[in-house]
């Protein structure tokens, strides 16, 4: 487990960040595409680092770049649409 210096530190590193993007994209993008109202986006706030203003930009920074690179007719559903659909009652079937 890195400490919140060396986690900042790995998001901060242009070549660590986009290797990681670029893996992360790799392999969640076709996914993603060919499924796009069955998956979205979140996050895990695990740690204590994860609270802190500097690290929940870096972590919001990195899902907004990640976004960014889906297909614009899958990147409305899968940071917002698709969340919101599962959470509200009345698209839910009734029993």
Do not use: C
Request: hydrophobic share 40%; charged share 20%.
């Amino acid at each position: 487990m890195m400490d919140k210096k060396q986690f900042i530190g790995n998001l901060n590193s242009k070549l660590f960040y986009s290797t990681f993007l670029a893996t992360s994209l790799s392999f969640w993008k076709p996914v993603i595409e060919a499924h796009p109202t069955r998956i979205m986006w979140g996050t895990d706030l695990a740690y204590w680092r994860h609270y802190e203003p500097d690290v929940i930009h870096a972590i919001t920074q990195f899902g907004r770049d990640f976004i960014s690179n889906l297909e614009p007719e899958v990147q409305e559903s899968f940071a917002h649409r698709n969340a919101s659909e599962m959470l509200d009652p009345s698209t839910q079937p009734t029993p």
